[in-house]
């Protein structure tokens, strides 16, 4: 055997001089489209605070459509899907226009993930674009939300928030009053931002939530149902000990303090906090479920 040659379980596995061909138009042609796009999100709405998670979620929803890849294949279809593929390649091509030249990022990047979709139904079939339907759908909390929108949904949380946190710190003995969305600790003046309570946070733990209800997989409906719309709470629940956070830490450390590093730091709270507070809630729900169903075998027991 030539030193050169591969053995057969390794040749196997590497990709066949057709398959390379074939993908490589639609690597090219991918890159040529959406590159300049992501280039210019990494250095510039994704570097903000209020829009950092859109990385996170691109890369989650990479992770589990790589993670599913069996599930896609199982159910792939030779003949792909070509209408409803070219669909939506000339809907996603038409949001690319038209966000690039009119400077619509929800366009834009929407469009990103109706091409791919496109994609996966030209080669694989609507019914493998269906088995991996959740990381498409988790992909569009990454797209932001139209400013008017997010305006006037914004200011309500805001308020919410900073009145709980105002009542939580004032009930613990804290000296702090509040005036709309500014909050007086001490000799100290917070404004509530939007990053720390704005709707884009929500959606952000809301995306959160749902990645874990898909990593955990429950057979129960009950246990899945309930963790489902307690997000939302738990989303509010997280945002009042961000804002908790960064309000004590000006408190104890000062103002620099409260706007340099630490400031960062209550981020990693948010998601912590929020990231706790589902496990402990879906280990609740896991007793209460597995309580019912012992209490059913006994009382079926002769």
């Not at 792939?76 to 809907?91: N, T, Y």
């Not at 900073?162 to 500014?182: K, M, N, Q």
């Amino acid at each position: 055997m030539s030193a050169l040659s591969h053995p057969a379980s390794v040749r196997d596995k590497l990709p066949s001089r057709a398959i390379i061909l074939e993908w490589l138009p639609i690597i090219i042609g991918f890159l040529a489209l959406y590159l300049p796009s992501f280039y210019s999100l990494f250095h510039g709405i994704w570097a903000t605070e209020d829009q950092a998670h859109g990385p996170i979620i691109l890369a989650l929803s990479v992770w589990l459509l790589y993670h599913q890849r069996a599930k896609l294949l199982e159910r792939a279809d030779p003949r792909g899907s070509p209408v409803l593929g070219s669909f939506m390649f000339i809907f996603g091509l038409l949001l690319y226009v038209v966000g690039v030249s009119q400077q619509i990022l929800a366009f834009e990047i929407g469009s990103f993930v109706v091409v791919t979709m496109s994609i996966v139904c030209f080669k694989f079939g609507a019914a493998s674009l269906r088995a991996v339907w959740f990381p498409f759908f988790f992909m569009f909390f990454m797209i932001p939300l139209p400013s008017a929108i997010v305006s006037a949904l914004t200011l309500p949380m805001k308020i919410a928030v900073s009145y709980v946190t105002e009542h939580l710190l004032f009930w613990a003995g804290y000296p702090i009053a509040r005036s709309g969305v500014i909050l007086q600790i001490g000799q100290y003046q917070l404004l509530v931002a939007d990053a720390c309570a704005g709707l884009q946070t929500l959606l952000t733990l809301e995306a959160l939530g749902l990645f874990y209800l898909n990593l955990v997989r429950h057979t129960s409906p009950f246990r899945n149902i309930v963790l489902a719309t307690l997000i939302i709470p738990i989303s509010f629940t997280a945002n009042v000990i961000r804002v908790m956070t960064l309000t004590l830490i000006t408190y104890y450390f000062g103002d620099a303090a409260g706007q340099g590093f630490l400031h960062g730091f209550a981020g990693m709270v948010l998601f912590i906090s929020a990231l706790i507070l589902i496990i402990s809630l879906d280990t609740l729900l896991q007793w209460i479920v597995r309580r019912g169903n012992n209490k059913r075998s006994q009382e079926g027991q002769p």
